[in-house]
Each structure stands twice: as C-alpha cells, then as structure tokens.
C-alpha cells in the first residue's frame, strides 16, 4: 500500500510519519501531483496560520489536486480547516470539500484550546473500535460548526465538528497521531479503507 503525505510545507510531518510506522506502514512525503494521485491513501497534514498555509498550498500548486483525488484523504487539524469552504483566520479562502466555514472561538474561552478533549456522537467507520467519549488531543483557536458532513464532535466555549467526512475525504480537528491508542486506532481504521 502507498500511503502520501503531502508535504507543502505547512505540516507537523515527521509525527504523522513515525505513527504510521509505528503502525507497521510505510509513508512518503511528497509535493508531487502524480506521485500524490497514485497514493492508496493520502494525509492532508496542516500547522500554523491558515492564510500561510493556504499561501503555500498555492505556491506547490496542490490547490486543484486535493480535491480531485479518488482515494481516502485524510486532513489533519488545520489540513482539514483548509478543506473547508473558508476560514476567519486570515479570512482565508479555503478548497471548498467539506461545506461549512471555519470560525474562531469566542471571547468566553481562553485560545487556543489546547489538550485532551473527548469526541462523541461517531458516525463512520473511521471510528470503528473507538468508544464514545474517548479522548483526543487538540491545539486549535479556530473551529467548524455542527454541519451535515460532521462525523464526530467535540465540546469546547461550543459543540464543534471534531472531524467531516464527505466522500472518500475525512478531517479530523484533533491530532490522531498525538493522540495516544485511540488516535492510533483511528489512523489504522483509515488505512484499512478499501
């Protein structure tokens, strides 16, 4: 199986790496279109700011790609922001996959939410072996609403999108692979996806 992380220069990607080989899979990291449409899987990685990740999503040209692809694609935290119609951070025009637009947390809560947060009201098979309530980790000052794509949510300031799915495309808000056995599990369930 060949397994693409796309490295445009705006993820935390060694991490991802290192958890699927811990997995016991191989990973490439690529910014090559054809290389990136011949994966089995592919991880749509994201950290930073979002106008700057987008900026440089551009600049590889991985803009029209992503949204083309066949196979299961997974954003990760600000990867799977980026997926969405638009963010408020930046006011960032986003690839427009998943249809609902990121926003930032109130004034009520201190940002970014940082840590162990638990997911709930699972809806796909990417959270096979995965009980309700089970905790995830998560850095993020900006979220998705409750939308029809939302898969799995979270509780912080308000329910949010924890992760969307539309298709063969999944995010996931939190960082499965910082997130312990359950995050591992999760990463396997999406590497099973036929």
């Known amino acids: 199986m060949k397994i693409v992380i796309i490295n445009y220069g705006a993820g935390n990607i060694q991490?991802?790496?290192f958890?699927?080989?811990?997995?016991?899979?191989?990973?490439?990291?690529?910014?090559?279109?054809?290389?990136?449409?011949?994966?089995?899987?592919v991880i749509f990685p994201g950290v930073g700011e979002a106008s700057s990740a987008m900026k440089k999503?551009?600049?590889?040209?991985?803009e029209t790609v992503v949204p083309q692809l066949k196979q299961p694609v997974l954003g990760i935290c600000l990867?799977?922001?980026?997926?969405?119609?638009?963010?408020?951070?930046?006011?960032t025009k986003g690839l427009g996959i998943f249809d609902v637009n990121v926003v930032?947390?109130?004034?009520q809560v201190k940002v970014p939410q940082i840590g162990w947060n638990q997911i709930d009201n699972l809806k796909s098979h990417l959270?096979?072996?995965?009980?309700?309530?089970?905790?995830i980790y998560l850095v993020h000052s900006y979220y998705a609403p409750i939308c029809d794509e939302t898969i799995a949510e979270s509780e912080y300031d308000v329910k949010y999108s924890a992760a969307l799915q539309k298709?063969?495309?999944y995010g996931t808000q939190?960082?499965?692979?910082?997130?312990?056995?359950?995050?591992?599990?999760?990463?396997?369930?999406?590497?099973?996806?036929?």
């Not at 490439?28 to 011949?38: G, Q």
């Not at 930032?104 to 004034?107: D, L």
């Not at 939190?174 to 036929?194: D, R, T, W, Y």
Request: proline content about 2%.
């Open 167 to 169: 298709n063969n495309f």
């Open 104 to 107: 930032k947390f109130s004034n």
């Open 127 to 135: 959270f096979n072996n995965i009980s309700p309530k089970e905790h």
């Open 79 to 91: 990867g799977m922001q980026l997926m969405c119609n638009s963010s408020e951070e930046g006011n």
């Open 15 to 17: 991490s991802i790496k």
């Open 19 to 41: 958890a699927i080989e811990r997995l016991g899979y191989e990973a490439v990291l690529s910014e090559d279109a054809d290389e990136i449409k011949s994966a089995d899987k």
């Open 174 to 194: 939190f960082h499965p692979e910082k997130s312990s056995k359950v995050g591992a599990q999760i990463l396997l369930n999406f590497l099973k996806m036929s």
């Open 57 to 62: 999503l551009l600049e590889s040209g991985l």
